[in-house]
């Protein structure tokens, strides 16, 4: 997993065109879908909050857990007027601690693509096992797809307004991919640069599916991108769901 030091003050401001109420209602669909009705949820790797606030603002109890704490704080100036506030957490995945089991969790946006070292994922998809209500609990991720991968790998991409320049490229390897970020941010009169690397490791559907079998999860499930089509191929995303044993 990667830290965002340098990222987490213009996170929002490069992402701002990710549609988070949309992953809200999908979400939504997937519960009834599911025939649930959670009240406490987890947003796993919860990043700067934009989802965890949505949700909040729906009426869910919302736990948010993120190994970055810059990202966190991020997260706690995003829902500083939510009532009841969420409860944020400074938690790797594979050391999720919580007080008590929840009735979902959801990790969004590629995080499970984020823990780079298989390991370490089985050791997270355990412990969200772990903490889920039983009979119940739904475990909700998506992946960037190996498909998605290879279009990115060698390529460049631009984000930009009048105070901050972001420049980075992918570069795919032995089923890694790595991503260098240049950040220009302008303060006062002068530009200041920052650089980060982040990987992300290529999971197969085969893959997820075992390590989550191996972690005690049953009626697995995988969907196209926000939809309830069976995977046929060629998609960017793809959305698993998973239940706990009873």
Known sequence: ???????????????????????????????????????????????????????????????????SPEMLMQAMQNTMDCEPRPLFLNQRMEALDLYGTVDACLCCLDSINYVTEPQTLQKAFERVHLFLEPKSGL????????????????????????DVFCVWQAAVEDSLCAYQFDIFAREGGKWTR????????????????????????????TYGDQSFAPVRGGEDRIYFTARKRD
């Open 1 to 67: 997993m990667n830290s965002y030091q340098a990222l987490s003050a213009y996170y929002d401001r490069f992402t701002d065109d990710v549609g988070y109420a949309d992953w809200a209602d999908f979400f939504e669909r997937l519960f009834a879908r599911e025939g649930i009705q959670p009240k406490l949820v987890l947003d796993l790797a919860c990043g700067t909050g934009s989802l965890t606030r949505i949700l909040a603002e729906r009426g869910y109890e919302m736990i948010g857990a993120d190994a």
């Open 139 to 162: 475990f909700v991720f998506d992946i960037n797809t190996p498909e998605k991968f290879a279009c990115m790998d060698g390529n460049a991409y631009v984000r930009e307004d009048e």
């Open 194 to 221: 920052a650089q980060e690397t982040h990987e992300e490791r290529i999971y197969t559907v085969e893959q997820l599916t075992d390590m989550l079998e191996k972690a005690g999860f049953s009626e697995i499930k």
